[in-house]
């Protein structure tokens, strides 16, 4: 398997994108950098970072009210990205793309809009077992509140969801289903399309975590009938500080404002308020222009490369991982489902992975270590963390070899 990747089955010129990101080309610990904690956030090429650059060196003004040159420049780009992610996401109208400050503030938004309009006494949240927190705690907060119920769809040992169990879960009294499109700490994708037909069949709504999908997967909100699909700017290539939440426009029009303030308003008086259409009633405050407006160099630059390449690529990076670290004594992988993205945990029995993680950073290489805020995953599986490698575009299959050398001095220095 080795030689095959070795030759590079891709149409990708690796040494070409790695020169877009100038974070690489550095040393740390007097060593080349690795850098393989991409599912915490990816590196920015210069498209991105000239984005934010060229703003505020030549159009920063604040959007939407001004009448000025500037504004209307900052403003038009500003859109521009609505449309962007439009497009990317495969959704049907602009009206349904909400600018939010990433993944979780889009379900934070679901949760105190919708679910507190929706949700009563008796009602049912179908949660995975591998949810990030963020798609954890605010369901939980909100069905506190609520006195609703939260149930947890089962996954096997390899972390692949039940879907026989999933199905079994699903009941009258489910209102809103919550899954992850791919899993932070085991790399899982999960069946999406499936998913949301079942839980439609029983009229509950479907949010899907897209927090580590967008970069690697073809997204298809509207082919998959999702009703809500969430995603951070920061885990595409894009700045931190930026995300979006879809909602389907029927859904979005019925759900009452999240934030009060400018920009969400239709009229004030001393006595109260009326709200604004579509997505600027979800849009309070001055929004993080330079972010949005960055934002879309970054699903241009994952266009330009085409995400079946990407996907490709970093499936041969993820396969050689495998076959390198297999052999590791002692290595157990932690995530071994047949469909994954390129994220792999694994765990020593006799090495803990703080220490890996630090050894491992003396040697110039960037992983990450610990429950990657899926607390309750980890308790399933019996362990208190994992070290987790993950992969982009940018990295290469020398940079596994770094990662194979980095564990095999480790493992030395601990027997
Ligand atoms: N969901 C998943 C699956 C994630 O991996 C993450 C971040 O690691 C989040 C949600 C939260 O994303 P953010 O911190 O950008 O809001």
């Known amino acids: ?40 956030t990816t590196q920015k090429p210069l498209a991105v970072i000239d984005a934010l650059k060229n703003y505020y060196q030549k159009d920063n003004a604040n959007i939407h009210r001004g009448i000025h040159t500037l504004a ?3 403003t038009a780009d500003f859109e521009k990205t609505r449309d962007a992610v439009k497009t990317f996401i495969g959704a049907e109208y602009r009206e349904e793309i909400i600018f939010t400050k990433g993944t979780t503030e889009g379900i934070n938004l679901v949760a105190q809009t919708w679910g507190r309009a929706n949700l009563k006494e008796g009602d049912e ?13 605010p369901w939980q907060m909100i069905a506190h509140e609520k006195k609703a119920l939260i149930k947890i ?4 040992d390899a972390g692949e969801l039940l879907m026989d169990e999933y199905e079994q879960l699903l009941n009258s009294r489910t209102k809103l289903v919550a899954v992850v499109h791919a899993s932070n700490a085991l790399g899982t994708i999960n069946p999406i399309k499936q998913i949301v037909q079942l839980a439609h069949r029983h009229g509950a709504v479907v949010l899907i975590d897209g927090a580590q999908s967008t970069s690697h997967l073809d997204i298809a909100v509207s082919d998959w009938s999702a009703d809500f699909f969430v995603f951070s ?15 389907k426009r029927a859904l979005l029009e019925a759900m009452p404002p999240y934030q ?30 330079a972010d949005v407006i960055a934002l879309k160099a970054a699903l241009d630059f994952i266009d330009v490369l085409g995400k079946q390449n990407i996907r490709s690529y970093e499936n041969s990076l993820l396969q ?14 932690i995530g071994t489902a047949k469909e994954k993205v390129s994220i792999q945990s694994f765990v020593f029995n006799d090495i803990h992975h703080q220490d890996l993680g630090i050894i491992l950073d003396k040697e110039g290489i960037a992983i990450r270590t610990g429950h990657h805020c899926t607390q ?20 290469t299959i020398e940079e596994i070899d770094r990662l194979e050398a980095g564990l095999k001095k480790a493992i030395k220095l601990f027997r």
Not at 153 to 156: F, K, M, Q, R, S
């Open 72 to 74: 209307e420049r900052a």
């Open 153 to 156: 769809i089962p996954i096997n």
């Open 1 to 40: 398997m080795g030689t095959t990747i070795q030759t590079l089955e891709h149409n990708l010129d690796i040494a070409e994108i790695r020169r877009q990101f100038p974070v690489l080309n550095q040393q740390v610990n007097d060593k080349p950098l690795v850098y393989l904690d991409n599912a915490a």
């Open 320 to 333: 050689y991982a495998y076959s390198k670290l297999e052999h590791l004594e002692g290595l157990r992988f």
């Open 233 to 247: 700017g920061h885990k595409v290539y894009g700045p931190t500080g930026v995300g979006v939440l879809y909602g």
């Open 260 to 289: 009060g303030g400018g920009e969400m308003i239709g009229e004030v008086r001393y006595d109260g308020f009326t709200w604004n259409e579509l997505p600027y009633k979800f849009e309070a405050g001055t929004p993080n222009i």
């Open 125 to 137: 949240i179908l949660l995975s077992a591998m949810e990030h927190h963020s798609n954890m705690v």
């Open 376 to 395: 309750p995953l980890m308790g399933r599986l019996a362990i208190t963390g994992t070290s987790r490698a993950s992969f982009a575009v940018y990295n």
